[in-house]
């Protein structure tokens, strides 16, 4: 079993702050949702577990298996065994989709992968997000459609499997058919060897990625947890119950 730690994480953006606080502990075998109104910080917690240096952390401690993500850097963090599905994923011209999954992979598990065996591998996950063929011979992400994107994405989580994925935001640009696809091929995923954080704004993708565990993201704090219970109350009410139950005053939040 692995475990993922933050404890009272705090980070700033061009020193306004944004995340005041968080604590959140993620076993292998769960899926945790967090949910929240736009601008509360649900994509500011990603960034920065990932180590993105626009983003400061100025207090907190975050773990993955008792080492210390924030004392490394970016690939180091990946080799640890941490993976962030982006909100935008960018276009690499002239790299092709297949060579850079497989440096990637070459360079987060620390052996080289046989070409035959890793062509094998790809082309069966290819098949299980039902992509197109031609995909592998085509450039990282350029001319991808938004939903070509996102499936690529999980595509890349499929041949790395690390132990915990942050998926943020992969429901959106995706039609009902290719949720229902991602959210099976994550499912499958999810074992005693890995877990993952669920990022959404949305109810539709938990229709297809049954959440563990749900969380209400709220002016850069966790303030609510719970089960599918909380999924379905914001999905009849949306979020203003929790301003009236809490007095938080959405307007006030303005984190990223």
Known sequence: MAKLEIKNLHVEIEGKEILKGVDLT????????????NGTGKSTLASALMGHPKYEVTKGQAFLDGTDLLELEVDERAREGLFLAMQY???????????????????????????????????KKVEELKMRPDLAH??????????????????????LHP?????????????????KIVGQNVNDMVSDSFGCILITHYQRILDHIKPTNVHIMIDGKIVLSGGQELIEKIDQNGYEWIREEL???FAESDAS
């Open 247 to 249: 007095g938080i005053d």
């Open 163 to 179: 132990k915990f994925a942050i998926l943020d935001e992969i429901d959106s640009r995706l039609d009902v058919d290719a949720l």
């Open 138 to 159: 085509r450039y990282l992400n350029e001319g991808f459609s938004g939903g070509e994107r996102k499936r690529n994405e999980i595509l890349q989580l499929k041949v």
């Open 26 to 37: 993620v076993n292998s075998g769960e899926v945790h949702a967090i949910m929240g109104p």
């Open 89 to 123: 994923p960018a276009e690499v011209p002239g790299v092709t989709n297949s060579d850079f999954m497989r440096q990637a992979l070459d360079a987060t598990s620390g052996k080289e992968t046989g070409l035959i065996e890793f062509a094998m591998d790809y082309e």
